[in-house]
Structure formats: structure tokens, C-alpha cells
């Protein structure tokens, strides 16, 4: 029962074009997400989050975007850049007895940014 | 200014052993969490620690499996008799109050021969 989906194990980009990664939700208490960026062998690196009564929150090149009603929300990189190369998870926090510290990731989307 | 801290980065264990992995949460964080990824997979919760409690260990599994944080000293995710199935990375995470944005350590990965 997977309730965070990234359905794109990969996405290959050309630098200086957008990278936009997408994750899917079936959990409606959800009502914060994160995105998070890991290196091999390395732990996850916090990027970006937006609350539910939010529909976009933008840092510098970042911008993620949230459709509450498509239970949708997705990463957009522009310029994107050799050194974004990486995996992207997408989690969240909510759900039910209030337990919004336990974050549920999605099994990450493998971005590489060609030269 | 230093991060989430884990010890070891990589633990080598036989089959029947235990397991201790490290968790230093950053400074002024008292939340820590702990997370495993197995291969091709996201994490997934095992469990969240304040000192000296243990607040919510649902995603722990029932048997060979414990976690503490004491008073003083890091916390410790403790897997006793371990098995192949172990095998994975262990992610330690802290945050201020829980519901901020977790922090996450290097990861200790572990390999049970």
C-alpha cells in the first residue's frame, strides 16, 4: 500500500532546460510534503517543502507546486544544472492520530542533467 | 555548525550478531527519528525518539528491534540477532519541534553476511 508514488524511476534532462518531477498521494490527511535530494552513499538533503494551504512554494531555482485535488504535486528545476544530478524523494507528513513527524517517501526519481 | 551525525558509515555483521548504529541529532534539535531504506526502495519509518522516550515506534519491527535516547550520549538503534534480511541502509533524522523538517544523517549501511 503505497501512498507516495513517483511513477518515473528516471528523468534525463539537458542543462539549463526545466526538470520537472512528479509525485502522486492517496493519503488526503497528507498535509505536508517535502522533497528531498540524495547523492550515492550519502544521506538525504532537505530542498523544499510546501503545507497544504499552500498551492506553490518557491527557493531559487526550485518551485514545487501542489494540486490538493488531483492529490498531485511536482518539482520544477529551471535552469537545471550538471550538479542536480541526483535521486529525488518526495515525501509526506499527516494522515491519521495526527502524526505529522512520520514522513512516507516515495521510492525517489533518478535525475540526470547531461552537459 | 555540524549536521546529523552517524557512526559507523558501514557495519559488516554474520548472521546471530548484533548491531549497534549511532545517532547524534544537530545541536539544539531533541527530536530523532530513524528511518530504513532497503535496496530500490524509499525509506520508511521505524521509529521517533525524544530523550529518554520513545514516542511512536509503529514502524519498528516487532522482534530483535529496539531504540534509545538517553539523557546524555546519542541515540542507539539496536538490531539483536541479526539476519540477511537486515541488510539495508539505517537513516537517523532530528528535527526541533516534530513537526519541522527532518535533517537527515550520512546513513549507516549495514551488511549482514
Known amino acids: 500500500d503505497q501512498q507516495v508514488k513517483q511513477n518515473s524511476p528516471s528523468l534525463s534532462v539537458q542543462e539549463g532546460r526545466i526538470s520537472i518531477l512528479n509525485c502522486d498521494y492517496t493519503?488526503?490527511?497528507?498535509?505536508?510534503f517535502l522533497w528531498y535530494k540524495k547523492y550515492p552513499a550519502e544521506g538525504p538533503t532537505f530542498l523544499i517543502s510546501?503545507?497544504?494551504?499552500?498551492d506553490k512554494n518557491e527557493d531559487g531555482r526550485f518551485t514545487v507546486f501542489l494540486n490538493k485535488s488531483a492529490k498531485h504535486l511536482s518539482l520544477h528545476i529551471v535552469p537545471s544544472q550538471p550538479g542536480d544530478s541526483a535521486v529525488y524523494f518526495c515525501?509526506?507528513?499527516?494522515?491519521?492520530?495526527?502524526?505529522?513527524?512520520?514522513?512516507?517517501f516515495g521510492k525517489g526519481t533518478l535525475l540526470t542533467v547531461n552537459p | 555548525n555540524a549536521g546529523v551525525m552517524q557512526n559507523p558509515r558501514h557495519l559488516v555483521r554474520r548472521r546471530g550478531q548484533e548491531a549497534r548504529l549511532r545517532c547524534s541529532p544537530m545541536?539544539?534539535?531533541?527530536?530523532v527519528y530513524w528511518y530504513r531504506q532497503l535496496p530500490e526502495e524509499g525509506l520508511k519509518f521505524m521509529v521517533y525518539?525524544?530523550?529518554?522516550?520513545?514516542?511512536?515506534e509503529s514502524g519498528m519491527p516487532k522482534e530483535r528491534f529496539s531504540a534509545e535516547f538517553p539523557k546524555e550520549g546519542p541515540s542507539i538503534l539496536r538490531i539483536q540477532q541479526v539476519v540477511r534480511g537486515d541488510s539495508a541502509a539505517y537513516f537517523c533524522?532530528?528535527?526541533?519541534?516534530?513537526?519541522?523538517?527532518?535533517?537527515f544523517g550520512p546513513g549507516t549501511r549495514l551488511l549482514v553476511l
Open positions: 533524522a532530528s528535527s526541533p519541534p516534530p513537526s519541522g523538517t527532518q535533517y
Open positions: 493519503n488526503s490527511m497528507f498535509d505536508y
Open positions: 510546501i503545507s497544504s494551504i499552500k
Open positions: 515525501a509526506a507528513s499527516g494522515g491519521s492520530g495526527g502524526s505529522n513527524y512520520k514522513l512516507t
Open positions: 545541536k539544539g534539535h531533541s527530536h
Open positions: 525518539l525524544q530523550k529518554e522516550n520513545i514516542i511512536d
